[in-house]
């Protein structure tokens, strides 16, 4: 909707008639009607044809309801706000607090659309039947997702190549590489490789297990190829789940764009983060 100042539209003509008011504002006879039935406005009528006429005031009054309308206001509130009934303090804190999400959120979707930056997004629940594998946590993990897709093979089962390898975590911290990563911390813990399948082994001799894994609901961080995912990946998942208020429940997973089974397959790949929601 154009921005209209009333002043301005004084000296440009003291009356408008309908189509202009429509055309300025760029909305609807009917919308227009429908003000004048709820009382907002009283157009006059010329005395030649009848016709309705608007002052410039009416005009920024119809621009006033309109933007009240796009600010959750109901129709019942923005006649209440003209005739002065409408409870403006508690009206004024529920736009206040719509302000305060409307800017959280751009300040998400800014992130989001600077070149290079990563990207957050939110993954829905998908369960696949998989071939698993158990490792120990390990600053690179790359190989043990060859290591599990190549036991898959030879334990005949026919890989899902629709879908990509994952990792998953029991912890949001686990999610270890590079400079960050913390021998002692990662003691002992262990992460499952799990490769998407769509046909069971042919043979009960394998070192693995078959199962469906559930990812749920997710708060994901696709990272850049230029860097591997650490587990200071985890803090940053925390702090976008807190500026979306979102809740983690403490569960991970991590995925690979390029699977084990393409030649194309480098150390450095495109990955993507996931934090498990409540």
């Not at 529920?94 to 993954?123: C, F, H, M, W």
Request: charged fraction near 25%.
């Amino acid at each position: 909707m154009k921005e209209l100042n009333e002043q301005k539209l004084k000296i440009s003509s003291p009356k408008f008639r309908v189509s202009e008011v429509c055309a300025f504002l760029s909305i609807t006879p009917r919308i227009l009607k429908h003000y004048e039935d709820t009382g907002v406005l009283a157009p006059e009528h010329s005395d030649s044809n009848n016709y309705r006429e608007y002052a410039a005031e009416d005009v920024i009054k119809v621009q006033l309801a309109e933007r009240l309308k796009s600010t959750q206001f109901s129709q019942k509130e923005i006649g209440e706000y003209f005739s002065g009934e409408l409870d403006i303090e508690n009206k004024y804190a529920e736009l206040i607090k719509l302000r305060d999400t409307i800017d959280s959120l751009i300040e998400v979707i800014d992130v989001d659309r600077q070149n290079g930056a990563p990207q957050y997004s939110i993954e829905p629940e998908q369960s696949l039947l998989c071939f698993c594998k158990v490792y120990p946590v390990k600053p690179i993990q790359y190989f043990e997702a060859r290591d599990a897709y190549t036991s898959a093979m030879i334990a005949g089962c026919v890989c899902d190549v629709a879908h990509t390898f994952f990792y998953m975590y029991d912890e949001l911290s686990m999610i270890p590489s590079g400079a960050d990563f913390d021998a002692q911390y990662f003691k002992d813990k262990t992460f499952r490789v799990c490769v998407p399948i769509v046909s069971p082994p042919k043979t009960n001799d394998f070192d693995g297990t078959v199962e469906t894994v559930t990812r749920k609901k997710s708060l994901t961080r696709k990272c850049s190829p230029l860097g591997l995912p650490t587990h200071s990946s985890g803090v940053y998942l925390q702090e976008e789940a807190a500026r979306r208020g979102l809740t983690l429940t403490g569960k991970s997973w991590m995925i690979s764009e390029t699977g084990p089974h393409k030649k194309t397959a480098k150390r450095s790949y495109t990955t993507i983060i996931g934090a498990e929601i409540e």
